[in-house]
């Protein structure tokens, strides 16, 4: 979700590394939609990994870009994305306890980060995409925050695949406005 930062558009040629980001956060939603009996430790282990890949690309995308306007954003996105895949991967149990509220906060921060955009993107044609993209973000967070606090591993199970295959379409469908622009 982060690839929605309007700033870096036509700026990047790492835009192909979004694009794979992006489908391999579809593929892992549906598998984990289809599959829930996989387990929540493999859920929160999967999303780790994932994390730390986005992190990565993200850290790439920031300094790749011709423009340096907006790059703080996706520079902060890459070192909370890997920081937070590390700490999912490192440990199991801690991992399965606090995975909701993990996701509640990263969530709750790529909402905030794209409200922030859409609302300083100036007259855009397609400003109030930001905002419903932002409005969407937040609410997932404020769902992944009720489901850890009731722990409700089946309303997390199904908040995971949903937030995968929706980050993962939104990273695809953004990775082609990323490419470099011909001049």
Request: glycine letters at 12%.
């Amino acid at each position: 979700m982060k690839a929605l930062n309007v700033t870096n558009y036509g700026t990047t040629r790492a835009w192909w590394a979004v694009l794979l980001v992006g489908l391999l956060m579809v593929v892992g939603g549906f598998a984990y939609w289809f599959w829930p009996e996989a387990g929540y430790a493999v859920a929160s282990q999967i999303f780790g990994w994932l994390l730390i890949l986005a992190g990565t690309v993200q850290l790439t995308v920031s300094a790749s870009g011709r423009s340096r306007r907006g790059w703080g954003w996706w520079l902060a996105g890459g070192i909370i994305d890997i920081f937070i895949g590390f700490v999912l991967v490192r440990n199991v149990f801690l991992s399965e306890m606090v995975f909701p509220y993990f996701l509640a906060f990263l969530f709750l921060f790529w909402g905030v980060e794209a409200l922030v955009d859409a609302c300083g993107a100036g007259g855009g044609k397609y400003r109030w995409l930001g905002v419903v993209n932002g409005v969407l973000l937040c609410l997932i967070g404020f769902f992944f925050m009720e489901a850890g606090w009731v722990s409700n591993m089946f309303m997390v199970s199904f908040l995971v695949s949903i937030a995968f295959i929706y980050w993962g379409f939104t990273i695809a469908i953004a990775a082609y406005e990323l490419r470099p622009t011909a001049r």
